[in-house]
C-alpha cells in the first residue's frame, strides 16, 4: 500500500502510522516506510502518533527495544514534525481510548 499513500496527503492534519510489535522481521521496513513518510513535503505539519500494536502478544517487543533497534530518538530529533508514541493492542482494545485522546486533543489545538 506505501507507494499509493501520497495520493491522501493532501490536506492531512494527522498522521498514525501503526508498527507491529510482535514481528521483528518487519521493523526495518516499517522503519524505511515511516522515514519516507516523514521526509514528505505536504506531511510536514502533520502531527504523528507512532502505534506500537500487538502488545497483547506474549512475543512482542517492549517499546524501549523497538524504540532502539529502529533508532528513533534520531528520526524524532530530525522530523519536522510532533511525534507521538504509543503502545496498544487492536485486538483487546487496550490504548485505543488514548488514541482518541490524542487525535482530539492534536485536532482541538490545530497542531
Request: glycine share 6%.
Amino acid at each position: 500500500m506505501g507507494p499509493i499513500w501520497s495520493s491522501y496527503y493532501g490536506n492531512c492534519r494527522s498522521l498514525l502510522f501503526m508498527i507491529d510489535a510482535s514481528n521483528p522481521t518487519q521493523l526495518s521496513a516499517s522503519c524505511m516506510q515511516l522515514l519516507g513518510l516523514l521526509s514528505a513535503e505536504p506531511l510536514a505539519e502533520a502531527s504523528v502518533l507512532i502505534l506500537f500494536n500487538k502488545t497483547d502478544l506474549p512475543c512482542y517487543m517492549t517499546i524501549e527495544e523497538m524504540k532502539s533497534l529502529i533508532r528513533l530518538p534520531d528520526i524524532i530529533a530530525h522530523a519536522k514534525q510532533n511525534i507521538t508514541m504509543a503502545e496498544i493492542s487492536a485486538w483487546t482494545g487496550t490504548g485505543l481510548a488514548g488514541v482518541l485522546h490524542w487525535l482530539q486533543d492534536t485536532h482541538r489545538t490545530g497542531r
